[in-house]
T-cell receptor
Protein backbone atom coordinates (compact mmCIF):
# COMPACT_ATOMS: atom_id res chain seq x y z
CA UNK A 1 0.00 0.00 0.00
CA UNK A 2 1.02 3.56 -0.55
CA UNK A 3 1.52 6.04 2.28
CA UNK A 4 -1.40 7.77 3.94
CA UNK A 5 -0.06 10.87 5.66
CA UNK A 6 -1.18 12.65 8.80
CA UNK A 7 0.41 15.17 11.11
CA UNK A 8 1.55 13.50 14.31
CA UNK A 9 0.26 15.81 17.04
CA UNK A 10 -2.55 18.27 17.72
CA UNK A 11 -3.40 20.10 20.94
CA UNK A 12 -6.61 22.04 21.50
CA UNK A 13 -8.39 23.59 24.44
CA UNK A 14 -11.56 22.01 25.76
CA UNK A 15 -14.58 23.50 24.00
CA UNK A 16 -12.65 24.50 20.87
CA UNK A 17 -12.93 22.74 17.52
CA UNK A 18 -10.27 20.26 16.39
CA UNK A 19 -9.35 19.67 12.77
CA UNK A 20 -7.32 16.59 11.88
CA UNK A 21 -5.99 16.37 8.34
CA UNK A 22 -5.02 13.47 6.12
CA UNK A 23 -3.62 13.04 2.63
CA UNK A 24 -4.33 9.75 0.94
CA UNK A 25 -2.91 8.21 -2.19
CA UNK A 26 -5.35 6.06 -4.11
CA UNK A 27 -7.53 8.18 -6.36
CA UNK A 28 -9.80 5.19 -6.89
CA UNK A 29 -10.51 4.76 -3.17
CA UNK A 30 -14.21 4.18 -2.72
CA UNK A 31 -14.43 4.77 1.01
CA UNK A 32 -12.37 6.75 3.47
CA UNK A 33 -12.57 6.29 7.20
CA UNK A 34 -11.71 7.83 10.53
CA UNK A 35 -10.85 5.57 13.44
CA UNK A 36 -10.16 6.48 17.07
CA UNK A 37 -7.75 4.59 19.31
CA UNK A 38 -7.64 5.18 23.04
CA UNK A 39 -4.63 4.06 25.11
CA UNK A 40 -4.31 0.29 25.26
CA UNK A 41 -7.39 -0.25 23.12
CA UNK A 42 -8.27 -1.35 19.60
CA UNK A 43 -9.65 0.85 16.86
CA UNK A 44 -13.13 2.34 16.99
CA UNK A 45 -14.77 3.34 13.73
CA UNK A 46 -15.91 6.94 14.08
CA UNK A 47 -17.25 7.71 10.66
CA UNK A 48 -16.69 7.13 6.97
CA UNK A 49 -17.37 8.93 3.73
CA UNK A 50 -18.06 7.61 0.29
CA UNK A 51 -15.83 9.02 -2.43
CA UNK A 52 -18.69 10.70 -4.30
CA UNK A 53 -19.47 12.91 -1.30
CA UNK A 54 -17.81 16.18 -0.33
CA UNK A 55 -19.00 16.36 3.24
CA UNK A 56 -20.61 14.23 5.90
CA UNK A 57 -21.84 15.41 9.27
CA UNK A 58 -22.55 13.16 12.24
CA UNK A 59 -23.32 14.99 15.49
CA UNK A 60 -20.06 16.70 16.56
CA UNK A 61 -18.10 15.18 13.68
CA UNK A 62 -17.76 16.69 10.21
CA UNK A 63 -15.78 14.99 7.47
CA UNK A 64 -14.64 16.97 4.44
CA UNK A 65 -13.29 15.28 1.31
CA UNK A 66 -11.37 17.01 -1.47
CA UNK A 67 -10.90 14.36 -4.13
CA UNK A 68 -8.89 16.58 -6.42
CA UNK A 69 -6.21 17.07 -3.76
CA UNK A 70 -6.78 13.64 -2.11
CA UNK A 71 -7.30 15.44 1.17
CA UNK A 72 -9.55 14.31 3.98
CA UNK A 73 -10.25 16.13 7.22
CA UNK A 74 -12.11 15.41 10.44
CA UNK A 75 -13.53 18.30 12.45
CA UNK A 76 -14.61 17.68 16.02
CA UNK A 77 -16.81 20.44 17.39
CA UNK A 78 -16.80 21.35 21.09
CA UNK A 79 -13.84 19.08 21.80
CA UNK A 80 -13.95 17.34 25.17
CA UNK A 81 -11.22 15.76 27.30
CA UNK A 82 -12.70 12.37 26.42
CA UNK A 83 -11.79 13.05 22.78
CA UNK A 84 -8.09 12.78 23.66
CA UNK A 85 -6.86 9.80 21.65
CA UNK A 86 -5.04 8.87 18.46
CA UNK A 87 -7.06 9.38 15.28
CA UNK A 88 -6.33 7.33 12.18
CA UNK A 89 -7.35 8.12 8.67
CA UNK A 90 -7.74 5.02 6.46
CA UNK A 91 -8.47 4.44 2.81
CA UNK A 92 -9.93 1.45 1.08
CA UNK A 93 -7.44 0.68 -1.69
CA UNK A 94 -9.33 -1.09 -4.47
CA UNK A 95 -6.20 -2.59 -6.00
CA UNK A 96 -5.14 -4.27 -2.79
CA UNK A 97 -8.77 -4.79 -1.73
CA UNK A 98 -7.97 -3.79 1.81
CA UNK A 99 -7.76 -0.98 4.28
CA UNK A 100 -4.60 1.11 4.66
CA UNK A 101 -3.96 3.43 7.57
CA UNK A 102 -2.10 6.64 8.19
CA UNK A 103 0.40 6.98 11.02
CA UNK A 104 -2.20 8.57 13.30
CA UNK A 105 -2.64 12.01 14.89
CA UNK A 106 -2.41 12.20 18.65
CA UNK A 107 -5.05 14.68 19.84
CA UNK A 108 -4.52 16.18 23.28
CA UNK A 109 -7.37 18.19 24.78
CA UNK A 110 -6.28 20.68 27.41
CA UNK A 111 -8.85 21.36 30.15
CA UNK B 1 -24.00 -8.74 20.57
CA UNK B 2 -20.34 -9.57 21.01
CA UNK B 3 -17.92 -7.62 18.92
CA UNK B 4 -14.58 -8.95 17.79
CA UNK B 5 -12.81 -10.90 20.52
CA UNK B 6 -9.12 -11.65 20.59
CA UNK B 7 -7.06 -13.85 22.83
CA UNK B 8 -4.81 -13.65 24.66
CA UNK B 9 -4.68 -9.96 25.52
CA UNK B 10 -0.99 -10.02 26.37
CA UNK B 11 1.79 -12.45 25.59
CA UNK B 12 5.51 -12.60 26.21
CA UNK B 13 7.63 -14.90 24.05
CA UNK B 14 11.32 -15.56 23.56
CA UNK B 15 13.13 -14.91 20.31
CA UNK B 16 12.92 -17.95 18.02
CA UNK B 17 9.70 -19.27 19.52
CA UNK B 18 6.38 -19.63 17.77
CA UNK B 19 3.10 -17.96 18.72
CA UNK B 20 -0.58 -18.38 17.87
CA UNK B 21 -3.09 -15.56 18.28
CA UNK B 22 -6.83 -16.09 18.05
CA UNK B 23 -9.77 -14.04 16.83
CA UNK B 24 -13.53 -14.48 16.83
CA UNK B 25 -15.30 -12.14 14.43
CA UNK B 26 -18.34 -10.07 15.19
CA UNK B 27 -21.59 -11.99 14.89
CA UNK B 28 -22.71 -11.98 11.26
CA UNK B 29 -19.27 -11.26 9.84
CA UNK B 30 -17.47 -13.80 7.70
CA UNK B 31 -14.17 -12.12 6.83
CA UNK B 32 -11.18 -11.62 9.09
CA UNK B 33 -8.19 -9.36 8.48
CA UNK B 34 -5.08 -9.16 10.63
CA UNK B 35 -3.00 -6.08 11.25
CA UNK B 36 0.28 -5.43 13.04
CA UNK B 37 0.63 -2.14 14.90
CA UNK B 38 4.13 -1.33 16.07
CA UNK B 39 4.53 1.25 18.80
CA UNK B 40 3.84 4.75 17.48
CA UNK B 41 2.77 3.50 14.06
CA UNK B 42 -0.45 2.95 12.21
CA UNK B 43 -1.74 -0.59 11.69
CA UNK B 44 -0.08 -2.50 8.84
CA UNK B 45 -2.10 -5.06 6.89
CA UNK B 46 -0.85 -8.65 7.25
CA UNK B 47 -3.50 -10.73 5.48
CA UNK B 48 -7.19 -11.38 5.04
CA UNK B 49 -9.18 -14.61 5.26
CA UNK B 50 -12.49 -15.26 3.56
CA UNK B 51 -14.16 -18.61 2.95
CA UNK B 52 -11.27 -20.27 4.82
CA UNK B 53 -8.73 -19.03 2.29
CA UNK B 54 -6.08 -16.33 2.39
CA UNK B 55 -7.40 -13.75 -0.09
CA UNK B 56 -5.02 -10.83 0.26
CA UNK B 57 -1.61 -10.46 1.79
CA UNK B 58 0.46 -7.48 2.79
CA UNK B 59 4.22 -7.18 2.81
CA UNK B 60 4.97 -9.72 5.53
CA UNK B 61 7.31 -12.73 5.37
CA UNK B 62 6.17 -16.33 5.24
CA UNK B 63 6.87 -16.63 8.97
CA UNK B 64 3.42 -15.08 9.30
CA UNK B 65 0.67 -17.53 8.47
CA UNK B 66 -2.95 -17.92 9.31
CA UNK B 67 -6.03 -20.00 9.21
CA UNK B 68 -9.77 -19.50 9.15
CA UNK B 69 -12.18 -22.07 10.53
CA UNK B 70 -15.67 -22.95 9.32
CA UNK B 71 -17.16 -20.83 12.11
CA UNK B 72 -15.24 -17.84 10.65
CA UNK B 73 -12.84 -17.56 13.60
CA UNK B 74 -9.21 -17.18 12.71
CA UNK B 75 -5.69 -17.75 13.97
CA UNK B 76 -2.49 -15.87 13.24
CA UNK B 77 0.73 -17.85 13.60
CA UNK B 78 4.19 -16.36 13.71
CA UNK B 79 7.23 -18.64 13.57
CA UNK B 80 10.83 -17.93 14.50
CA UNK B 81 9.93 -14.80 16.43
CA UNK B 82 12.16 -11.76 16.12
CA UNK B 83 12.45 -8.84 18.52
CA UNK B 84 10.90 -6.70 15.78
CA UNK B 85 7.72 -8.76 15.90
CA UNK B 86 6.85 -7.08 19.19
CA UNK B 87 3.64 -5.17 18.47
CA UNK B 88 -0.09 -4.97 18.99
CA UNK B 89 -1.81 -7.46 16.70
CA UNK B 90 -5.28 -6.41 15.70
CA UNK B 91 -7.98 -8.54 14.19
CA UNK B 92 -10.77 -6.94 12.18
CA UNK B 93 -13.92 -8.51 10.85
CA UNK B 94 -16.31 -7.56 8.09
CA UNK B 95 -19.07 -9.01 5.96
CA UNK B 96 -17.64 -10.08 2.63
CA UNK B 97 -14.24 -9.30 1.22
CA UNK B 98 -15.03 -5.65 0.54
CA UNK B 99 -14.92 -3.64 3.73
CA UNK B 100 -17.08 -0.88 2.31
CA UNK B 101 -18.67 0.01 5.61
CA UNK B 102 -15.53 -0.30 7.66
CA UNK B 103 -14.08 -3.05 9.69
CA UNK B 104 -14.88 -3.84 13.31
CA UNK B 105 -11.67 -4.20 15.27
CA UNK B 106 -10.88 -6.17 18.38
CA UNK B 107 -8.87 -4.76 21.25
CA UNK B 108 -5.77 -6.60 20.10
CA UNK B 109 -3.12 -8.91 21.46
CA UNK B 110 0.02 -7.21 22.72
CA UNK B 111 2.98 -9.46 21.87
CA UNK B 112 6.34 -8.80 23.45
CA UNK B 113 9.35 -10.74 22.18
CA UNK B 114 12.36 -10.80 24.50
Amino acid sequence: GEDVEQSLFLSVREGDSSVINCTYTDSSSTYLYWYKQEPGAGLQLLTYIFSNMDMKQDQRLTVLLNKKDKHLSLRIADTQTGDSAIYFCAEWQTGANNLFFGTGTRLTVIP
Amino acid sequence: DAGVTQSPTHLIKTRGQQVTLRCSPKSGHDTVSWYQQALGQGPQFIFQYYEEEERQRGNFPDRFSGHQFPNYSSELNVNALLLGDSALYLCASSLGEDGDYGYTFGSGTRLTVV
